[in-house]
């Protein structure tokens, strides 16, 4: 197969996006996207918000896309883009590669910036494995984000069941070794939509379930070590309660599934956490909208009635995220 490189398909990799953001104190959003109703409506959102976006792709994504296709599906963003009015940054990452083999074909597929999530290894493995991923993308002009610490939750190929937080004394450490570009940290995020039992939760004066806080203070102490170092958060999704409760109003079984608060996630914005991505928040405005059609008009079967709709619900999501939660509006 013929390498890409992900310039020929009009992408961008995150070095100059990062440095703007740290600078003015907003963060990318890295939205995940498996299908066309999820990349249009990510392009759409982010042209009328005049936002850059990072298409985010993991590889269980990437398996049920089909690289090839995926690869015309970023080099389509793009020129959609442009067709919208704006010419926005555009990157295509890859979340959560665990091989180096995964990330350097993704990178000869186009892909302008890979994780290499080394976290679950032993240290010295993780900066063994994100330093030969780093050397062979750098080569190529491609950005890399490495992870130190772990996230609870479960996403696609990626299931942990206990957080192990980020310890501020490794990164600096880490940093200087591997050269990655940016880095993914754990302070209370988590993957997939339940992401906190009630029993951890407190309730306010309305009965609302509030999860615990980030730990503002250990993302504090790595800005110490490492300042001005473009930080990561992953397992960012909110989990609008008006989608859950739309699911399981209409033959849905959601149980407990709990979020992490958009305004922790503004002020995590406004530091040097400068990506934050976002996956279940989309998947459920997504469900809440197809299932909502398939209750209503029982007779429908043409899946541009229910997946328009989805894609709608989609956009309205996403604009929302650039302009109130990350406050990377106008800054494409």
Do not use: W
Request: hydrophobic share 40%; net charge negative.
């Amino acid at each position: 197969m013929n390498m890409v490189n992900y310039k020929e398909l009009g992408l961008v990799n995150t070095k100059d996006l990062f440095k703007k953001a740290i600078e003015g104190k907003y963060a990318i959003p890295a939205f995940n996207f498996n299908n066309m109703e999820q990349m249009q409506a990510i392009i759409s959102a982010c042209v009328e918000t005049k936002s850059p976006v990072i298409l985010q792709v993991s590889s269980g994504a990437r398996k049920y896309a089909n690289q090839t296709l995926l690869r015309y599906m970023a080099q389509g963003a793009v020129e959609y883009a442009k067709e919208l009015g704006q010419n926005i940054p555009v990157v295509l990452h890859l979340d959560h590669g665990d091989s180096f083999e995964l990330c350097k074909s993704c990178i000869e597929t186009g892909f302008s910036s890979v994780m290499i999530d080394g976290s679950h290894l032993p240290y010295e493995e993780n900066i063994a494995l994100t330093k030969k991923v780093v050397e062979y993308a750098h080569a190529n002009g491609v950005s890399v984000e490495g992870e130190l610490g772990v996230l609870a939750g479960v996403e696609d190929d990626v299931v942990a069941e206990h957080h192990t937080y980020t310890q501020p004394e490794e990164v600096v450490d880490f940093v200087t070794r591997t050269g990655v570009d940016s880095l993914a940290i754990s302070i209370g995020t988590s993957h997939g939509a339940n992401k906190f039992t009630p029993a951890q939760c407190t309730r306010d004066e309305n009965g609302i379930l509030i999860p615990p806080p980030l730990r503002f203070d250990i993302l504090e102490e790595i800005e110490k070590q490492i300042p001005g170092f473009p930080i990561v958060l992953h397992g960012s999704s909110s989990v609008p309660q008006e989608y859950v409760a739309t699911i399981n109003k209409y033959g849905g079984a959601l149980k407990d599934s709990i979020g992490i608060p958009e305004d922790q996630l503004r002020r995590a914005a406004a530091s040097a956490v400068c990506k934050i991505n976002i996956d279940s928040d989309g998947r459920l405005a997504m469900t809440a909208a197809v299932r909502e059609v398939m209750a209503t008009k029982p007779g429908e079967f043409d899946p541009r009635k229910y997946l328009g709709p989805a894609r709608d619900e989609l956009k309205k999501l996403y604009a929302h995220k650039t302009v109130n939660v990350l406050g990377s509006v106008g800054k494409a």
